[in-house]
């Protein structure tokens, strides 16, 4: 049962999707106006902020007090490939790093409907090799952790990596991962107007913009339809409210009959992306559960 924190987000979330226009604002309003977790979460005064370019896809770095130089968490933002930044994200990547003691690495990476696939996945493979080659870390002193479109990208990444022979990160962590474009998962239909957030119809028009032609089930689009063995630990939390339900179920029930260390974490009742939002005890808890996960696999 969602704590009363957290009803409140949901009901926003609700308020919003039954109001929400039929022809949606210009792209650039849209992105200005993104709030993932229903309100704006600042990063905190205490963390850094330091732009760098990633092999020339805008980054920050975020570093809270007393966190870990040599150790690096990659946050990859969630929003539909169309929307999300440093504005709508930072704060969750901020606290993450500073709950796992890890320094984060936040990408840019280039966004629908101006640069369809593959040009994210290009971009976070991009930043991977720029922070093993260029910065000189090693692989097993690096994490990843994004949500929705974030966690496509990074579950992608993860399968490239794995065929590819290259070192795996040492832990990957997946919130609400968005992980089958064909959205042929049984929740999608089961749970449509139950989500606060989404219907069908608007994830289908999300990953269509998004492949823009491409086949839905090559993997790097749709990492559900990969082949799970061989990577890193994974921890996945995911709602069950949300229509996205059946892609973290899929993919950790194919994950683990691989061999695959990893844990699937269900919120009971709770809207897509519930550790975002900063000021509930689900989000807290969540934290709590990535943060011990990191530095488990992290040493």
């Known amino acids: 049962m969602p704590s009363p924190e957290m009803r409140e987000h949901i009901e926003l979330f609700e308020r919003r999707r039954v109001t929400r226009p039929a022809t949606p604002p210009p792209i650039e309003e849209l992105r200005a106006n993104f709030l993932p977790a229903g309100k704006r979460y600042e990063i905190p005064d205490d963390v850094r902020v330091s732009a760098v370019s990633a092999a020339g896809v805008p980054a920050h770095w975020l570093d809270a007090p007393r966190t870990s130089p040599d150790r690096v968490l990659v946050y990859v933002h969630g929003g539909g490939f169309s929307l999300g930044s440093l504005d709508s994200h930072g704060e969750l990547a901020a606290r993450l790093g500073r709950a796992s003691g890890t320094r984060v690495l936040f990408p840019e990476y280039r966004l629908v409907p101006e640069h369809p696939y593959p040009a994210a996945v290009e971009d976070i493979r991009a930043v991977w090799r720029w922070l093993r080659e260029e910065q000189g870390v090693a692989a097993n002193s690096i994490v990843l952790a994004g949500d929705s479109a974030g966690g496509n990208l990074i579950a992608a ?15 990957a962590v997946l919130l609400s991962p968005t992980l089958d474009m064909s959205a042929s998962g049984a929740s999608v239909t089961e749970l449509d107007g139950q989500d606060a957030i989404f219907t069908a119809g608007m994830l289908r028009g999300v990953f269509a913009a998004y492949l823009n032609g491409a086949d839905h089930r090559i993997p790097s689009a749709s990492p559900l339809f990969g082949d799970p063995a061989g990577l890193p630990p994974l921890l996945i939390q995911v709602g069950t409210a949300e229509l996205q339900l059946s892609d973290s179920e899929g993919f950790a029930a194919a994950a683990r009959a691989a061999g695959v260390d ?19 005890p689900e989000a807290a808890a969540a934290t709590d559960e990535i943060a011990a996960f990191l530095r488990k696999h992290l040493g």
């Open 157 to 171: 990444l993860l399968l490239e990596l794995r065929d590819a022979g290259a070192a795996l990160p040492a832990a």
């Open 262 to 280: 990893v844990t699937l974490s269900l919120g009971e009742g709770l809207p897509h992306v519930y550790p975002s939002m900063r000021d509930t």
